[in-house]
């Protein structure tokens, strides 16, 4: 316990004093004045969120059609499972790397598939063009996290109770219906959970980025963490970077108690319910 | 006519396989290109089946990188990183499921649990000056002491609520019997949890041997790099005659023990992973 305090909570609130210091040490809001004041924080926060909320939703809807399919009874379920646990256990700069070669131009097999297959009018730059390295990352970053989020919805699924279905086909329910009456309305705290843990993760996305794109082209992927990171350590800009550092753990708070509101209000609707 | 039922069967099949085509067709590839010899993985366009078959690769890479350092690296790191987080989650987690009031250890938990969604590079900096002040950098023990204190939340929720499943008559009557705090945590809450530590200690393994921001930081020197930075850092290092088929041969040997462990333990990943997300 004692470790812990001293490796997580004190450097937390250290970046907060150092934040708060000029370059002698002295006391002063000028890093927050400067970060707030200049456009690259509010660029990075952008491009930050827009990751976040966009690959989210594509894992989550993904993942979810995934987790359907899984809850069903067939010949090799298991062996499927054992299958989507890959993507998940394989560091993701060792993938990043995996995807820097496959999404190359001249020589990467995804663009050329791509236009072999008609899906484009010529073999598309991934890495260079500022869009497309943003389209890589969030391809990357949904092919390796659908699969966790499958899993974690199957968990869920397979906590609905067998009988409620049972009871809609005695009623007569179409799978359709019982999809929206029965399936959905049940899975809305899983896909909360779900949710917030996928858009935590992403939202201090470092190390996909890192290696797959560095930030660039120019700065047009450089998200929050990578931006922290460089400012502190590579720049050695301690105060803006802490002060960087300390936005990014309001973000994080301001998430936390969304979600945290959100819940409340979704067990009070329950409890109105029943 | 072909009823109704085989349609359906058949649709599902056909989805079953497209699911686990997702999920490996990157391998192919990367397979592919490893095991061709290097100027074919620089044809433009690019041969996508077998052609050639070679594992020079395979030997090269381990030539031309220190990638079994790396390797010991990675072991060492992430199993001390481990053990050190099992030895002080389980002793946390007995605490607060057994030893002190309910509602202060709630506040506990919940504060461990709110830390360990923070993203690490808002702790990063003073961290390093840290490690930096303390002499640690390049140094197994400065990744050693943040890995097991950032898998920490994770394994005292865990290990809470495995304490909290066993019957606390168990607790009592040792008391009565007159045995320590410290003998009844050894001789039979530890016994009784093998399971809950597997399951916790193969999830923070596998979180220790795929972090790459702190041992990025942490080790500068090329010879302490963990197999994730060791890796990734090549692309940087050479401009001309980039080494492809030599470094996806390095993925995926870096890629296999974790394959394995999941081939071994699938179902207690599934279930530590579900339990640590969906109780929260």
Known sequence: MAIFFVLSVYPLLRTLQLSLQGARGEYTLKNFINVFTGPALWETSRITVLFAVISTAFEMVIGFAFALVLNQRFFGRKALRTIFLIPWVIPTAIMAVGWKFILQHSYGPFPWLLYWLGITKEVPYFLIMPKMAFISLIIADVWKTVPFCALLLLAGLQMIPEQLYEAADIDGAGSIQKFILITLPLMIPTIVVTLMFRFLQAFGIFDLVWVLTGGGPGDSTLTLSVAIYREALRYINIGRGSAMAVVMAIYVVGILTVIRVMRKSLGKIYEAKA | ?280
Not at chain 2, 32 to 59: D, H, R, W
Not at chain 2, 71 to 97: D, E, K, P, Q, Y
Not at chain 2, 108 to 115: A, K, P, W
Not at chain 2, 216 to 227: A, C, D, P, R, S
Request: proline share 5%.
């Open chain 2, 1 to 280: 006519m072909i009823s109704k039922k085989t349609v359906k069967k058949i649709g599902l099949y056909i989805t079953v396989v497209v699911m686990a085509v997702y999920c490996l067709w990157p391998f192919y590839f990367l397979l592919n290109a490893s095991l061709q010899p290097t100027k074919m993985a620089y044809q433009s366009p690019p041969v996508i089946y077998p052609k050639a078959f070679t594992l020079s690769n395979y030997i090269n890479v381990f030539r031309s990188i220190p990638l079994s350092r790396y390797l010991l690296n990675s072991v060492v790191v992430s199993s001390f990183g481990t053990l050190l987080a099992l030895f002080a989650g389980s002793l946390c987690a007995f605490a607060i499921s057994k030893l002190i009031k309910r509602n202060k250890g709630e506040v506990m938990l919940d504060l461990l649990i709110i830390v360990g969604f923070f993203p690490m590079v808002v702790a990063l900096f003073p961290l390093y000056k840290l490690m930096r002040s303390l002499n640690l950098l390049n140094n197994y023990l400065g990744l050693i002491l943040p890995y097991a204190a950032f898998n920490l939340p994770l394994t005292v929720w865990v290990m809470t609520t495995h304490f909290d499943s066993l019957p606390s008559e168990l607790y009592d009557a040792a008391i009565v019997d007159g045995a320590s705090v410290f003998k009844i945590f050894n001789k039979i809450m530890l016994p009784l949890s093998a399971p809950a530590l597997a399951t916790v200690g193969i999830l923070n393994f596998i979180s220790c041997w795929n972090e790459f921001m702190l041992a990025l930081t942490f080790m500068t020197n090329k010879y302490m790099y963990t197999v994730t930075v060791g890796l990734s850092l090549i692309s940087g290092r050479f401009t001309f005659q980039f080494p492809w088929g030599e470094i996806i041969a390095g993925t995926l040997i870096v890629t296999v023990p974790l394959v394995i462990v999941v081939l071994i333990a699938q179902e207690k990943i599934i279930s530590g992973l579900t339990a640590g997300a969906l109780k929260g």
